[in-house]
């Protein structure tokens, strides 16, 4: 019933109608708006909360794991990258193992948050994704680019774990023991510095908002997301215990890098320039380099595990297809097996594939588009065909539906 001044009143507050913005009429009573939005925070915390706190407790089962042991996973979904690996292995054991001791003694160990660099489509994103599984722990993936300074048009970096919370049904407690995988973390970089007034909100602002919650803070969360809901009420969270994974390709880092090792060499001597390998600047890779590109000290420090990806070969291209768990090809081979039809891929149409990728300097994410190309008239015609019950795709296939396709003409230069 809306506001007419008929003289009625909340039965909960005793609040007139000319004081609510709104009063619901039931039989024999009335209740505002007010205390509507009350009584559906107790029912949820007191009812629904109880029932919830016993399946997030058994969803949410973390396993302790030995370093070697995480690598062994991660090898069966991304192929390569053992430095980066090892790496985050060492880190996500060294923090949950952290976690587990008891809050006794001087000495208190601070958490290691961890940074991945490299290009687009050597697996970042896939390696926190796999580690997430494996630990069994509440994992939300952000992207960087969509933050802005506190006030401005945007979402704000509380919002990073809002995704957190969503993750693993509210549960605070399990989302303190989470993993967050910021991507795009590069996107943010500070921009060159210039005479401009304007403020430099989505660059440095942002990388100023995101020093506490990294370190480690109370933190007081929207918990559907915070500029469309103002009227929510917030729930604290503490950052401690919540392992950060910041991933981005820092694209042109590798000059800074090349800059940095040429300017170490004194004399005339040219031994040390030898020694560096030119086609794998990224393994040199250090955090005077981040902080000439862009990202401030403060949030450097914040991130004291430092590794790279490398650029991914032929013979890693191949292996993509054929070798992880989840690969490429066996997607492919179980959509077909849907329709009765054995899929087959000859070696050289593999080899023809993973080089093409290669040429068009894609990543891993390039042998999807290859594949979906090469095989979307085998996709449209083989379901309609009761007769076929296998398929082989071989070189020649691919060269022909490729061509048709035109995507040649894309090609991006290495």
């Known amino acids: 019933m809306k506001k007419n001044k008929t003289g009625y009143r909340c039965s909960f507050c005793g609040k007139s109608d000319a004081d609510a913005m709104m009063l619901v009429s039931g039989l024999e009573g009335h209740i505002c708006e007010t205390c509507v939005e009350q009584a559906q925070r107790i029912v ?3 009812l629904h909360g109880q029932v919830s706190k016993t399946k997030k407790a058994s969803a949410f089962k973390f396993q302790q794991l030995r370093p070697k042991q995480i690598k062994e996973h991660l090898d069966k979904y991304v192929i390569g990258q053992d430095d980066a690996k090892k790496v985050l292995a060492v880190a996500v054991y060294n923090h949950y193992k952290r ?4 809050n006794t003694g001087d000495v208190e160990i601070e958490k290691s948050n961890i940074l991945l660099v490299g290009r687009t489509g050597t697996g970042k994103t ?14 939300a993936i952000v992207d960087a680019t969509i933050f802005t300074e506190a006030g401005y048009v945007g979402e704000d970096v509380e919002s990073i774990l809002s995704r957190l919370l969503q993750a693993c049904d509210y549960d605070v407690e399990a989302a303190e023991r989470g993993i967050v995988y910021i991507d795009e973390i590069d996107k943010i970089a500070r921009k060159q510095d210039n ?3 304007t403020r430099d909100v989505s660059g440095e602002g942002v990388q100023q908002a995101l020093l506490k919650m990294l370190e480690g803070a109370d933190v007081n969360v929207p918990p559907q997301g915070g500029r469309k809901h103002p009227e929510q009420k917030l729930v604290k969270i503490n950052t401690e215990k919540i392992l950060f994974i910041c991933g981005g390709a820092f694209d042109g880092i590798e000059k800074l890098i090349a800059r940095r090792v040429n300017t170490q060499v004194i004399g005339y001597s040219n ?3 030898d020694k560096v390998d030119r086609e794998q600047l990224l393994q040199y890779i250090n955090h005077q380099d981040l902080k000439s590109f862009g990202l401030i000290p403060e949030l450097i420090g914040r991130m004291p595990v430092l590794t790279y990806l490398e650029p991914l070969d ?5 292996s993509i297809l054929v070798a992880p768990q989840n690969a490429l090809i066996k997607q492919y081979q179980k959509l077909f097996e849907l329709e009765g039809i054995a899929l087959k891929f000859t070696d050289d149409a593999v080899e023809y594939i993973a080089q093409k990728a290669l040429d068009y300097n894609l990543g891993a994410r390039g042998l999807r588009s290859l594949c979906e190309s090469i095989m979307n008239d085998a996709m449209y015609e083989l379901p309609s065909d009761e007769t076929i019950k296998s398929f082989t795709l071989d070189k020649a296939y691919c060269e022909f539906h490729l061509s048709k396709q035109k995507l040649q003409k894309f090609q991006v230069a290495a």
């Open 99 to 102: 976690l587990s001791q008891p």
């Open 314 to 318: 032929l013979e890693a291209m191949k």
């Open 271 to 273: 031994e040390a320039k």
């Open 44 to 46: 949820q915390e007191e």
């Open 195 to 197: 005479p401009s007034i």
């Open 126 to 139: 896939l390696l926190a994704k796999s580690i997430s599984k494996l630990l069994n722990v509440p994992f």
